[in-house]
T-cell receptor, first 110, second 112 residues
Framework: AQSVTQLDSHVSVSEGTPVLLRCNYSSSYSPSLFWYVQHPNKGLQLLLKYTSAATLVKGINGFEAEFKKSETSFHLTKPSAHMSDAAEYFC????????FGTGTRLTIIP | NAGVTQTPKFQVLKTGQSMTLQCAQDMNHNSMYWYRQDPGMGLRLIYYSASEGTTDKGEVPNGYNVSRLNKREFSLRLESAAPSQTSVYFC???????????FGSGTRLTVV
């Protein structure tokens, strides 16, 4: 069975500093992995996806994630946080259907 | 820019009442899904339909039924609402799971 674990339920960073949202997955093979973002009272938007091509995946709004098989990780990063990045972020694995992590709420401090 | 459309956006029900949440997509996707979102639990799959004419249970199906009316529409029915079904419900669709899902904007349901 595949699942994802988001290691932090809440992350706070200052505007202009780097963002790191951590996700570990469990799988016996290389899965398809995604990051989705949900802004307050909004639906879910696909940020980026990994489907066994390049291990460094670039997404929208300056986010990227690196698939590391040796560490079973798919952490989401951004070099410089913006106020508009404040949202909830979900790490997601494809198990035939998409299975969601419990989410990380990102707060940006002005 | 339609994509996935959910109705209604908000609903308040009394315990024991029934209602149907509607979902329609205009992207000609084969697969459709219903999720519920609760604080600290992410999104959990209620039911899905891999293709027109088929439906299957997900992780949390109890208390719900679904109908895949045609390729475009996938409805979720609560026959006798309970306070534990207070949640935000999302419909999603895809043509290939590896591409990710397109989500609707959600229905916020409160059962009192």
């Amino acid at each position: 069975a595949q699942s994802v674990t988001q290691l932090d339920s809440h992350v706070s960073v200052s505007e202009g500093t780097p963002v790191l949202l951590r996700c570990n997955y469990s799988s016996s093979y290389s899965p398809s992995l995604f990051w989705y973002v949900q802004h307050p009272n909004k639906g879910l938007q696909l940020l980026l996806k990994y489907t066994s091509a390049a291990t460094l995946v670039k997404g929208i709004n300056g986010f990227e994630a690196e698939f590391k098989k040796s560490e079973t990780s798919f952490h989401l990063t951004k070099p410089s946080a913006h106020m508009s990045d404040a949202a909830e972020y979900f790490c997601v694995v494809n198990r035939g259907k998409l299975t969601f992590g419990t989410g990380t709420r990102l707060t940006i401090i002005p | 820019n339609a994509g996935v459309t959910q109705t209604p956006k908000f609903q308040v029900l009394k315990t024991g009442q029934s209602m149907t949440l509607q979902c329609a997509q205009d992207m000609n996707h084969n697969s459709m899904y219903w999720y519920r979102q609760d604080p600290g639990m992410g999104l959990r799959l209620i039911y899905y339909s891999a293709s027109e004419g088929t439906t299957d249970k997900g992780e949390v199906p109890n208390g719900y039924n679904v109908s895949r009316l045609n390729k475009r529409e996938f409805s979720l029915r609560l026959e006798s609402a309970a306070p534990s079904q207070t949640s935000v419900y999302f419909c999603a669709s895809t043509d290939r799971v590896n591409y990710g899902y397109t989500f609707g904007s959600g229905t916020r349901l409160t059962v009192v």
